[in-house]
């Protein structure tokens, strides 16, 4: 699990690496290399790895994802997958 983190927190820094260097080659070239596609192309690439890789990591059971917020971790009280909350009830009183 901790070598997935550091996979993934380590493609994170190469993607911000490479959105640097293309504004780096935006600046310096202005306009007349390709120096700046080809950086946001490989900047593109890592996210889309970067994600594949939490998604696989979170279907398999190698990293834990976050539950619901709103049910609070108490799974009795849940809906069944894809089933909408329940609206709270009301009391009964209304503010004047």
Same mark, same amino acid.
């Given at each position: 699990?901790?070598?997935?983190?550091?996979?993934?927190?380590?493609?994170?820094?190469?993607?911000?690496?490479?959105?640097?260097?293309?504004?780096?080659?935006?600046?310096?070239?202005?306009?007349?290399?390709?120096?700046?596609?080809?950086?946001?192309?490989?900047? %593109?690439?890592?996210?889309? *790895?970067?994600?594949?890789?939490?998604?696989? !990591?979170? =279907?398999? /059971?190698?990293?834990? %994802?976050?539950?619901?917020? *709103?049910?609070?971790?108490?799974?009795?009280? !849940?809906? =069944?997958? /894809?089933?909408?909350?329940?609206?709270?009830?009301?009391?009964?009183?209304?503010?004047?």
């Amino acid at each position: 699990m901790l070598f997935v983190k550091f996979i993934v927190l380590l493609l994170l820094a190469f993607v911000v690496v490479s959105l640097f260097s293309g504004l780096y080659f935006l600046v310096k070239d202005k306009g007349q290399t390709n120096r700046t596609a080809n950086a946001l192309t490989v900047r %593109i690439g890592l996210s889309i *790895v970067v994600i594949m890789i939490i998604i696989i !990591a979170g =279907a398999t /059971g190698i990293i834990e %994802i976050n539950p619901n917020p *709103v049910y609070e971790g108490n799974e009795a009280t !849940a809906p =069944a997958s /894809g089933a909408a909350p329940e609206p709270a009830q009301e009391t009964g009183r209304r503010r004047e």
